[in-house]
């Protein structure tokens, strides 16, 4: 399994982004999905998930209402919606992927492949 994170860059607090995460392999709907984020010198932080169908979605506090995430299975693809961006959402963005269900959602532990990251920079 292959996974290409893009859509990063540069946006002023206040606007707006849109990551896309290409998924290559097996079947994509077979995965749960998620995203996650890691500021220098921070631990890595859960972002968002989404069951296979996307008929569930899971969210911290610090991005939820701002931030969200969907799935097109059709197209292999996964998707972060960004809005209302904030200086402390700035960080190298991750798409994972799991083959099963137990454990958090927002446990980077249980996701079993990764993307390489896409840099996402909020300026005040």
């Known amino acids: 399994v292959q996974l290409q994170a893009s859509g990063g860059g540069l946006v002023q607090a206040g606007g707006s982004l849109r990551l896309s995460c290409a998924v290559s392999?097996?079947?994509?709907?077979?995965?749960?999905m998620g995203w996650f984020r890691q500021a220098p010198g921070k631990e890595r932080e859960f972002v968002a998930a989404i069951t296979w169908s996307g008929g569930s979605t899971y969210y911290p506090d610090s991005v939820k209402g701002r931030f969200t995430i969907s799935r097109d299975n059709a197209e292999n693809t996964l998707y972060l919606q960004m809005n209302s961006l904030k200086t402390e959402d700035t960080a190298v963005y991750y798409c994972?992927?799991?083959?099963?269900?137990?454990?958090?959602?927002?446990?980077?532990?249980?996701?079993?492949?990764w993307g390489q990251g896409t840099q996402v920079t909020v300026s005040s």
């Open positions: 994972a992927a799991r083959d099963s269900d137990r454990g958090p959602a927002g446990d980077s532990q249980v996701y079993d492949y």
């Open positions: 392999g097996r079947a994509f709907s077979s995965y749960i």
